[in-house]
């Protein structure tokens, strides 16, 4: 099965450190099911 997995390419430019953040909150909040983020926590 390991020898199925690919080596992702294309990936530049990487992604700044303002990207991964966003996306980290995303995730959060996807599965948390928060589904509006409340003024406090902008």
Known sequence: MCRNITELRGLEPSATSEEIEAAARQYVR?????????DSTR
Not at 30 to 38: L, N, R
């Open 30 to 38: 996807k599965v948390s099911g928060i589904q509006k983020v409340s």
